[in-house]
């Protein structure tokens, strides 16, 4: 059964960062693209950034470019989510999903995390 597992979520300050962590049991890692997507309160769910198997694609939805970074280490089976200067706006439920398909990853991904709350005070 594939799992993603994410971690890294918690309070943060407005102005602040945070760095979540996906761990993935597909293998090889490096044959999947990943990615992350938001789910606010009464809002549906937005895609935040995904990134190529091997690394060299990304891509940021408008809203979080030049404030977040997506990398990924497949020696760990592993995607990560910068998040720098983050505004109260970036509270949300963020899930790691993945697919074999980069493109995919954008709106239709094959495999889901259960989610990692981030919640920005300001």
């Known amino acids: 059964q594939v799992q993603l597992v994410e971690s890294g979520g918690g309070l943060v300050q407005a102005g602040g960062s945070l760095r979540l962590s996906c761990a993935a049991s597909l293998s090889p890692f490096s044959w999947y693209g990943a990615g992350w997507h938001r789910q606010a309160p009464g809002k549906e769910r937005e895609f935040v950034a995904s990134?190529?198997?091997?690394?060299?694609?990304?891509e940021y939805a408008d809203s979080v470019k030049g404030r977040f970074t997506i990398t990924r280490d497949n020696a760990k089976n592993t995607v990560y989510l910068q998040m720098n200067s983050v505004q109260p706006e970036d509270t949300a439920v963020y899930s790691c999903a993945a697919d074999p398909s980069f493109w995919a990853v954008r709106s239709m991904a094959s495999y889901w995390g259960q989610g990692t709350q981030v919640t920005v005070f300001s």
């Open positions: 990134i190529s198997g091997n690394g060299d694609n990304t």
